[in-house]
């Protein structure tokens, strides 16, 4: 009996982190990880911390609210930390945590292949494009 009550929870466990589930919290988590400047954040601290200036120079584009609102998320997912020297003017670095580390290598690969592939997924685009007009 114990075993099927054990099966049951372990079971239940599992569901509530099927990602196919409306209501499963790893949505939220897969929603942030998908996000172009996250991918990209991850990327660029590979060689190491980087003051904010850094980050926002090194990610085109980026406005200041977005980057500062992705990397209090990443802060507060446990992905990066953020280091505040007193200093003037004061310093702040960001640097990824071992969980951070643990997807990094995913979402560089992930950046390497639309970077190796863009050519293709063009093609594709003005082939659909084309026959749908």
């Known amino acids: 009996?114990?075993?099927k009550t054990a099966?049951?929870?372990r079971a239940r466990a599992k569901a509530e982190y099927?990602?196919?589930l409306a209501g499963c919290p790893s949505r939220q988590l897969l929603a942030r990880i998908s996000d172009k400047w996250v991918a990209l954040i991850l990327a660029a601290l590979t060689?190491?911390?980087l003051r904010y200036s850094a980050l926002s120079?090194?990610?085109a584009g980026v406005s200041q609210k977005m980057l500062t609102q992705t990397l209090r998320s990443l802060e507060r997912d446990?992905?990066?930390t953020r280091t505040v020297t007193p200093t003037v003017p004061v310093t702040v670095t960001y640097e990824l945590t071992g969980?951070?580390?643990?997807?990094?290598?995913l979402m560089l690969g992930v950046k390497a292949w639309a970077e190796a592939h863009m050519?293709?997924?063009?093609?594709?685009?003005?082939?659909y494009d084309a026959g749908v007009a």
């Open 1 to 3: 009996m114990a075993t």
């Open 7 to 9: 099966a049951r929870k």
């Open 18 to 20: 099927d990602a196919f």
């Open 47 to 49: 060689d190491g911390p």
């Open 57 to 59: 120079r090194r990610l």
């Open 78 to 80: 446990g992905l990066l």
């Open 99 to 105: 969980l951070g580390r643990s997807l990094q290598d």
């Open 119 to 127: 050519d293709e997924v063009l093609a594709h685009r003005n082939e």
